[in-house]
């Protein structure tokens, strides 16, 4: 049995039966069935059809947003522009796949040599709570534009929101058997990794998670694309416009109240600005509003779950208790609900879990350095990849520091670390491999076949 449960109040809003493995086996099978006559479909057809989908998803954009709130706890004005988002990715798929996807004339020894992009066939999707639609449309809309099927299989608390997005996307005119979502728990999703219908499987999640899910992948030769945890660093240097990358930091790392794998999390200061970073970052954590996520002033509502909140608690604790000052927040509030304040931690170290470990709340950790070298030191100095930012007026130097020096696979400079239809994302190390959106992720889940003609 599936629950979900608001996180601003503890009430139950659902309960779900899960699927049996005979019912999995026959969703597999269908899938597999759907996508042998997908896949036959000329582009354009894949292409309208996805079109349709982002007009239902921008129809729709409050419905799913009160669903979001209702479900996770995002705040409303975040769920809208994350529908909003969702159709910007089917709509830049639908317009660009069939480009993404021709085929590569290859200068050979050949009469005729080229590359050609064959879809896998159906990949399964294990997906979190934090960005309920986007995660999924992120790597649907590349898929099905490519030929494939897809199965979801939904973080438990956001059961909902995977049965709407299955809903849309029927009505919007995508095959039934084409997607589904399966209501199934972990060992039920290990399985079906290994269904001879299953042809690859993409997760975004944990690290723990994502290694389990790849060794089961891997057991089984089946492609594998994994997006997991992060620490990002955002580097602050001596000549950065200090209120802009306060502003800057201060919106990532509370998107989401705070939970997403890419919010900046370690804010790295050379030492001669850390007294005006810190006390404009202080500043601008407090103008933000923490409240019911129904609310469109509200900026930071609960947390997905209590005990990941109690979680996240347990590691700033831990941390002061290693040496770390807490400047702002940091105590559970006395109220229903999920939540946890604002919080800024000073003076994190070397052995912390503020330092090492990633903090998924609203949590920030300022880290103090002498210079530039250490700053990139300490950035590079987490088993985390996946983003990073660097802040100066000199552009061309941190330029060439995020394109060179850091270890991460989306850096950024003078702005927060987001994802872009338009360009690749993922991580390295153990944040994760392979990448989705742009021209790339469409051709993770694709056969990348030499046809040489003598």
Same mark, same amino acid.
């Given at each position: ?28 099978? %269908? =899938? ?32 799913? +947003? ?13 769920? *809208? ?17 069939? @480009? ?24 399964? &999707? ?13 790597? &649907? ?6 030929? %494939? ?19 849309? $996307? ?13 209501? &199934?728990?972990? @060992? ?11 042809? =690859? ?25 994994? #997006? ?9 240097? =001596?000549?950065?416009?200090? #209120?802009? =990358? &306060? ?7 509370? *998107? ?29 954590? #407090? ?8 609310? @469109?002033?509200?900026? *930071? ?43 800024? $931690? ?43 930012? *660097?802040?100066? #007026?000199?552009?061309?130097?941190? @330029?060439?520091? +995020? ?33 989705? $959106? ?17």
């Amino acid at each position: 049995m599936k629950e979900s449960v608001n996180p601003a109040t503890g009430e139950v809003i659902a309960s779900y039966d899960e699927m049996s493995e005979e019912e999995l086996h026959t969703i597999a099978q %269908n =899938a597999r069935e759907a996508q042998q006559k997908w896949k036959k479909r000329p582009f354009d057809e894949r292409a309208s059809l996805l079109q349709a989908v982002a007009d239902r998803l921008e129809e729709h954009k409050d419905e799913y +947003a009160e669903l979001m709130a209702k479900e996770m706890g995002k705040p409303l004005l975040q769920g *809208i522009s994350e529908s909003e988002k969702c159709a910007w990715v089917c709509r830049y798929y639908a317009d660009n796949g069939e @480009e993404f996807l021709d085929d590569e004339l290859i200068e050979s020894d050949a009469r005729k040599s080229y590359i050609t992009y064959n879809p896998l066939g159906t990949v399964l &999707a294990i997906m979190p709570w934090n960005f309920p639609f986007w995660q999924l449309f992120r790597f &649907a809309a590349p898929a099905l534009m490519a030929g %494939n099927a897809a199965i979801l299989k939904h973080a438990s608390n956001v059961t909902g929101c995977a049965l709407a997005i299955e809903e849309l $996307l029927h009505e919007a005119g995508i095959p039934e058997n084409l997607f589904r979502t399966v209501i &199934a728990g972990s @060992e039920q999703a290990q399985k079906l990794i290994k269904h001879k219908d299953i042809a =690859a499987v993409t997760l975004t999640g944990s690290t723990r998670a994502g290694k389990a899910v790849a060794g089961t992948a891997g057991s089984e030769l089946k492609k594998s694309v994994l #997006e997991l945890g992060g620490s990002d660093p955002y580097i602050i240097l =001596a000549d950065a416009d200090i #209120e802009k =990358a &306060a502003e800057t930091c201060v919106t990532s790392r509370l *998107i989401n109240s705070g939970q997403s794998c890419i919010a900046a999390k370690r804010f790295i200061v050379v030492e001669d600005n850390f007294r005006p970073f810190l006390e404009a970052v202080i500043s601008k954590m #407090e103008e933000k509003k923490a409240g019911d996520p129904f609310e @469109e002033s509200t900026d *930071i509502g609960p947390m997905a779950r209590e005990s990941l909140r109690n979680e996240l608690h347990q590691q700033v604790q831990k941390s002061i208790d290693a040496g770390a000052n807490c400047v702002l927040g940091g105590a559970i509030p006395d109220q229903e609900g999920a939540y946890y304040p604002a919080t800024i $931690l000073t003076n994190v170290g070397e052995g912390m879990p503020a330092y090492h470990e990633e903090l998924f709340g609203p949590v920030a950790s300022v880290i103090t350095v002498e210079n530039e070298r250490d700053a990139i030191t300490v950035a590079n100095s987490t088993n985390y990849g996946l983003g990073a930012a *660097i802040f100066s #007026e000199d552009v061309t130097h941190a @330029e060439r520091i +995020a394109a060179q020096e850091l270890e991460a696979g989306c850096c950024f400079v003078n702005d927060f670390v987001k994802s872009d239809p338009r360009l690749p994302f993922g991580g390295i190390k153990e944040s994760g491999f392979g990448r989705e $959106l742009s021209h790339v992720g469409i051709r993770e889940f694709v056969n990348v076949k030499t046809v040489y003609c003598a």
